[in-house]
């Protein structure tokens, strides 16, 4: 028996990293999953390894940050399935990078219309179609960068912090509808971006916590297991860190100038959808 059985998922940004781990593990626990994103040759190749896992899954091309691609998401999810119980949140991409000063108004709304605005349609269109099945589970892709200043590049951070804070308003809205809404704090995951990075900020990726190792996609599709399963039906507004140990030792890596704004990506936590 597993323990997401006769349920119902949808997942962002599931064509790779994180989101491809989530994936394959709600199938092989017994969900049904849609599989959205923009990458089509990737989301294909995670349904077939869902199918593999045991379960049922179809592709849905999804940009988060269109609205009518979200209602579309989850019309396919009924349509498809007959039901939702369950939305993971987890598209992103680096965004804007570099000094504030530098960075266009373009630049923020984009990093933002996928990073946070994304997450909001995605809670938004969710809370209908839960609230008929008489509940379900929202989960979200926030980082360690949205917790605390200097862990990632402030655009991506602001929108990270925004994520974490949305969750926990839309968490005590829809208590009364049995909706949880809770988020993942990523630290150093070892997603498809990593092979941009060089090998010397790969191996500040494996030592920059306590554990020391980078984390990996399936790290984060443990959690996104059990915030999508009935074993935490009591635990709703939280923002669950995942990080190796780093914020506990709360380092912080100073400013940034240059190169290093693009190494930077080394500590963030999404599997990045490039656009």
């Known amino acids: 028996m597993?323990?997401?059985?006769?349920?119902?998922?949808?997942?962002?940004?599931?064509?790779?990293?994180?989101?491809?781990?989530s994936a394959i593990r709600f199938a092989g626990e017994g969900a049904a999953v849609v599989v959205?994103?923009?990458?089509?040759?990737?989301?294909?190749?995670?349904?077939r390894e869902c199918k593999e896992s045991g379960g049922r899954a179809v592709f849905q091309k999804t940009d988060v940050a269109a609205e009518s691609d979200i209602k579309a998401l989850i019309a396919r999810a009924l349509s498809e399935f007959g039901r939702l119980n369950?939305?993971?949140?987890?598209?992103?991409?680096?965004?804007a990078l570099g000094p504030l000063e530098e960075i266009s108004a373009e630049s923020w709304d984009s990093t933002h219309a996928v990073l946070l605005r994304g997450v909001f349609f995605g809670i938004k269109h969710s809370i209908p179609a839960m609230r008929k099945t008489g509940g379900g589970s929202i989960i979200s892709t926030a980082s360690i960068a949205g917790?605390?200043?200097?862990?990632?590049?402030?655009?991506?951070?602001a929108a990270k912090a925004g994520v974490i804070n949305l969750t926990q308003c839309a968490a005590v809205e829809l208590a009364k509808d049995r909706v949880r809404v809770n988020c993942i704090c990523p630290g150093g995951i070892d997603t498809p971006i990593a092979g941009r990075r060089s090998e010397r900020s790969a191996e500040v990726l494996a030592h920059s916590q306590p554990i020391q190792r980078a984390g990996q996609p399936d790290d984060i599709a443990n959690m996104a297991l059990f915030l999508a399963?009935?074993?935490s039906e009591w635990i709703t507004g939280a923002a669950m860190v995942v990080d190796g140990g780093f914020m506990a030792r709360a380092q912080s890596f100073g400013?940034?100038?240059?190169?290093?704004?693009?190494s930077a990506v080394a500590f963030m936590g999404p599997s990045f959808q490039l656009r």
């Open 2 to 21: 597993g323990r997401l059985d006769n349920k119902v998922a949808v997942i962002t940004g599931a064509a790779s990293g994180m989101g491809r781990a």
């Open 36 to 47: 959205a994103d923009l990458n089509e040759e990737g989301g294909a190749a995670t349904v």
């Open 86 to 95: 369950i939305t993971f949140n987890n598209a992103g991409f680096v965004g």
């Open 147 to 157: 917790m605390r200043g200097g862990f990632g590049p402030t655009i991506y951070s």
């Open 229 to 231: 399963s009935n074993e």
């Open 255 to 262: 400013p940034r100038t240059g190169s290093e704004w693009t």
